[in-house]
């Protein structure tokens, strides 16, 4: 079975500092790592994806994030918050990269991202 | 990017009537969609799975006489969620990928309120 964790449910940075949200997961295969943003009633949006190439990969936004097998995470960082980053961010892992091939996405609970002027 | 539309974006219903909501995929062809279900402030949860022209796999605790699922050509799935209760009330979202596809892509959601 696979699930994700991520630890804060909120996270409040000020505009221009690092942000880092974190993600860990479980998998008892090689996983494939999402990276997801959500606006206030809308769908989500897909940030960056980890499928087994480069660990460091990055995505839209500035956005990046560092796939580590032995830490098992897959932490979100920005160098510098914008205020339009505030929104709900949310990892997610799926067993296999081909969604249509049994790929199912398992969310975490979401972090909310809140940037302060 | 892939653009995946859902409608309604928000519906408002009667206690014990049924609603419909539709994905629809608009530039690719969607041979597998998903439904999940999300409360407020919470995270999505994954109801059901449906591949074009198969019977739609539920996942652990969801009823499929409830919320029952069409795919039936490639770029529509429907959900609809039969005899509301306001327990139903929810933001649900779908998802669809294409063949071989490595990224799913979401619609904008439906907030159903069931009153």
């Known amino acids: 079975a696979q699930s994700v964790t991520q630890l804060g449910s909120h996270v409040s940075v000020s505009e221009g500092a690092l942000v880092l949200l974190r993600c860990n997961y479980s998998?008892?295969?090689?996983?494939?790592l999402f990276w997801y943003v959500q606006y206030p009633n809308q769908g989500l949006q897909l940030l960056l994806k980890?499928?087994?190439?480069?660990?460091l990969v990055k995505g839209i936004n500035g956005f990046e994030a560092e796939f580590k097998k032995s830490e098992t995470s897959f932490h979100l960082t920005k160098p510098s918050a914008h205020m339009s980053d505030a929104a709900e961010y949310f990892c997610?892992?799926?067993?296999?990269?081909?969604?249509?091939?049994?790929?199912?996405?398992?969310f975490g609970q979401g972090t909310e991202l809140s940037v302060k002027p | 990017g892939a653009v995946v539309s859902q409608h309604p974006s928000w519906v408002i219903c009667k206690s014990g009537t049924s609603v419909k909501i539709e994905c629809r995929s608009l530039d690719f062809q969607a041979t597998t969609m998903f439904w999940y279900r999300q409360f407020p402030k919470q995270s999505l949860m994954l109801m059901a799975t449906s591949n074009e022209g198969s019977k739609a796999t539920y996942e652990q605790g969801v009823e499929k006489d409830k919320f029952l699922i069409n795919h039936a050509s490639l770029t529509l799935s429907t959900l609809t969620v039969t005899s509301a209760h306001p327990e139903d009330s929810s933001f649900y979202i779908c998802s669809a990928a294409g063949q071989g596809s490595t990224e799913a892509f979401f619609g904008q959601g439906t907030r159903l309120t069931v009153v």
């Open positions: 980890y499928t087994s190439a480069a660990t």
């Open positions: 997610a892992v799926s067993h296999d990269s081909l969604f249509n091939q049994g790929g199912k996405l398992i």
């Open positions: 998998s008892s295969v090689p996983p494939y």
